[in-house]
């Protein structure tokens, strides 16, 4: 691919024209309120963005999302010319339309098939945006070109552009998977064996047996519920004579007590009359008389009491002596009942034994389907360990297999790094990632020695683009670099970047401000008049007004 030409329908715009080789877009500093110069605003970023986004970048980022809505509000139509295998396009796009050759494409998807036909492997925009920049963090690392990228997808695109093997990493991608799935089989094996209880399928069992022996010996009965009410009323009833007899047999002990207790001390009147001659009192006859009087009547009382309680006994031993009969006859009716309902039923009861058994059936059918169940997972898991285990395995013939191919890559990111550095070596280390907390399998870092200065972090960036350019020189067959990734570099370090792309790419697209190129030319003769495409100022701004308004 080719840049040619950036324009736009609106005259205001500042077309830029594109040659092979370098092409630098300058946005000059201005004095800000602050005493600060900057070049924000004219179009140094935006002239890059604009190109993103003819070649199909979506709204996901805001500045597309704010150069939509400024191409809307000004209806401006952006165009841009380019050249791909000999073949010219103009594609042209307004905020919600896009033509290519001048044919309207009604489905944005239908463009985006259409770039896909420029590449032969992995999708345009995938490829595109690892050698054209635009957005700010992807000059936060060399390896991450896309904002918010998943692990794998960045992984595996930069193992393609660096020609590593993709079997593998795939092949892991998809372990991953299975490494997830065991860490929850491993929370449900635990889920379901506590689940699993061979006392209760045990117990469960014994009784599925006995109602199942119960339903086949089981007879309905017409008069069950006749039959169990009469035997609850005798129940009843039984009860009521019983107490009657426990009643009477305390009433017969209580008498009997009466008896043991009422009896009358005998008194000797002779005796008495001695003590009181001998203590020489006199005692009349009408003494006497007297207390023998006394004596007579407590004999006749004690008599009496004892009399009746012989009687009351007489009448409750009688008492209970029916009552036992009665309780007899009724128990025995009683017993002849729950004999006949022994093997019977009513068809209520024949129901509730087969909902019963109908339910313990499917308890145990759970129990039964949860320890196949455990018995599968446990074999999954020992399969997914096994696989796992053997892919660790092919890793280490993996490191055998691609040790030239990460020498020549170090060698490689080496080289380039020499023609910018003399006293600071490069290295990208590529180490194998086995850890399946990740579905990375290679760790790409690209490193120069004195990392963490001013300036260092960006030219490991652009070593690393020139590096994968280099490896596939006819891909997209352009580098493009936004002047936030010159901000910190020395001016020598973009003199000799400078010198590198002139000789070493096809077309290098970038923006720097003037204040940085002015240092620049200090370094490096070029025909600047043929290389900067577009010096953009605050009266020369690349929209032609304030973009951010």
């Not at 000059?139 to 930069?158: G, H, L, R, T, W």
């Not at 007590?257 to 005692?283: C, G, H, R």
């Amino acid at each position: 691919m080719r840049l040619i030409q950036l324009s736009s329908s609106d005259p205001r715009f500042k077309a830029i024209t594109f040659t092979p080789g370098l092409n630098i877009i300058v946005g000059e500093k201005v004095l800000t309120d602050d005493k600060k110069k900057t070049s924000n605003g004219i179009g140094k970023s935006l002239s890059l963005i604009c190109i993103d986004f003819l070649l199909g970048k979506g709204s996901q980022s805001k500045e597309i999302k704010k150069l939509k809505e400024v191409l809307e509000k000004e209806k401006i139509i952006l165009t841009l010319n380019f050249e791909h295998n000999g073949v010219f396009y103009e594609v042209s796009r307004s905020h919600n339309k896009i033509w290519l050759n001048d044919v309207e494409y009604k489905k944005d998807g239908d463009y985006t098939d259409f770039l896909n036909t420029l590449v032969k492997e992995d999708t345009f925009r995938n490829i595109f945006c690892r050698f054209f920049r635009t957005d700010k963090k992807s000059y936060q690392d060399a390896i991450s070109q896309v904002s918010q990228e998943a692990p794998y997808s960045n992984n595996k695109i930069n193992a393609y552009l660096l020609g590593l093997n993709l079997s593998y990493l795939e092949k892991k991608k998809e372990l991953k998977v299975k490494n997830d799935r065991l860490k929850v089989l491993i929370k449900e094996l635990n889920a379901i064996e506590k689940t699993i209880n061979k006392e209760k399928e045990f117990e469960l069992g014994e009784r599925l047996q006995k109602i199942e022996k119960d339903l086949e010996n089981f007879e309905i009965a017409e008069d069950f519920n006749d039959l169990k009410k009469e035997a609850d009323s005798l129940t009843a009833e039984l009860q009521k004579v019983r107490n009657l007899i426990a009643f009477n047999n305390r009433e017969i002990r209580n008498k009997k007590n009466i008896i043991s207790v009422n009896q009358q001390t005998n008194i000797d009147i002779d005796k008495l009359t001695s003590m009181y001659e001998e203590a020489k009192f006199f005692l009349g006859e009408d003494v006497l008389a007297h207390i023998q009087a006394v004596k007579g009547f407590h004999e006749t009382l004690f008599s009496n009491r004892r009399t009746k309680a012989i009687n009351d006994i007489a009448v409750h031993e009688k008492e209970v002596i029916a009552l036992e009969s009665q309780s007899v006859a009724i128990d025995l009716r009683r017993s002849e009942i729950f004999k006949y309902l022994e093997n019977k039923g009513a068809l209520e009861e024949y129901h509730s034994l087969n909902k019963e058994k109908d339910k313990i059936k499917l308890t145990l059918e759970e129990i039964q389907r949860n320890q196949k169940t455990l018995k599968a997972f446990k074999k999954e898991q020992a399969d997914i360990k096994i696989e796992i285990d053997q892919f660790k395995r092919d890793l280490i013939e993996l490191e055998d297999k691609i040790k030239d191919r990460i020498e020549f890559l170090g060698k490689s990111f080496r080289e380039i790094s020499e023609e910018h550095y003399d006293d600071k070596p490069g290295l990208l280390e590529i180490k194998i990632n086995e850890d399946f907390k990740t579905e990375k399998l290679y760790n790409i870092e690209a490193n120069i020695k004195g990392d963490g200065s001013d300036g260092i972090n960006e030219m490991k960036i652009f070593i690393y683009d020139m590096l994968i350019y280099k490896l596939n020189p006819t891909l997209i067959c352009l580098v493009g670099h936004d002047n936030r990734l010159f901000d910190m570099v020395d001016e020598r370090q973009i003199a000799k970047a400078f010198h590198y792309v002139s000789n070493n790419l096809s077309q290098y697209i970038c923006s720097i401000s003037d204040t940085k190129i002015d240092e620049v030319k200090k370094h490096i003769s070029l025909n600047w008049d043929e290389v900067i495409k577009r010096n953009l100022s605050e009266k020369d701004k690349l929209f032609g007004f304030d973009f951010d308004q």
